[in-house]
């Protein structure tokens, strides 16, 4: 009896273990294996992660508006957004930082991105469409 129960209680803990391991990846993410990124924008001083993220897959695209450009993007670069290209842009000399950041996976290797800007106008002349998550 004490063999079935210690059975038991080891199954229920597997099966919590690999739940928890699920819940660390977003749930589209999870079902589709291919190219995915979460993305998110803080606006300001707030670097604690209060602002929800938008989930961009690329196989096919979608997940905001402009998904189609950004996986394009991504896909050129293999995934690196700091290797990403310089845009010409006329920004405004108006400090209002913005912290892009970005997990995910990409031809099967893991993407981890963060970088601070001034202001939106210099984070989009930098990253393109990948950060365009706006409604």
Not at 7 to 19: D, E, I, S
Not at 40 to 48: E, F, P
Not at 96 to 122: D, I, K, L, M, Q
Request: proline residues 7%; glycine residues 12%; contains cysteine.
């Amino acid at each position: 009896m004490t063999r079935r129960i210690t059975a038991v209680r080891g199954g229920l803990l597997a099966t919590a273990a690999a739940l928890a391991l699920g819940a660390a990846m977003p749930p589209a993410a999870a079902q589709d294996p291919g190219n995915w990124l979460l993305v998110t924008v803080t606006r300001g001083d707030d670097r604690h992660g209060g602002t929800p993220g938008t989930l961009l897959l690329c196989d096919p695209p979608r997940g905001h508006a402009r998904a189609a450009e950004a996986c394009a993007d991504l896909d050129r670069v293999g995934g690196d957004i700091s290797r990403l290209r310089q845009k010409d842009a006329f920004c405004p000399m108006i400090y209002a930082p913005v912290t892009a950041h970005a997990r995910g996976e990409w031809n099967g290797h893991p993407v981890e991105y963060r970088e601070t800007f001034s202001n939106g106008c210099g984070m989009a002349a930098r990253t393109g469409a990948v950060f365009a998550v706006d409604r």
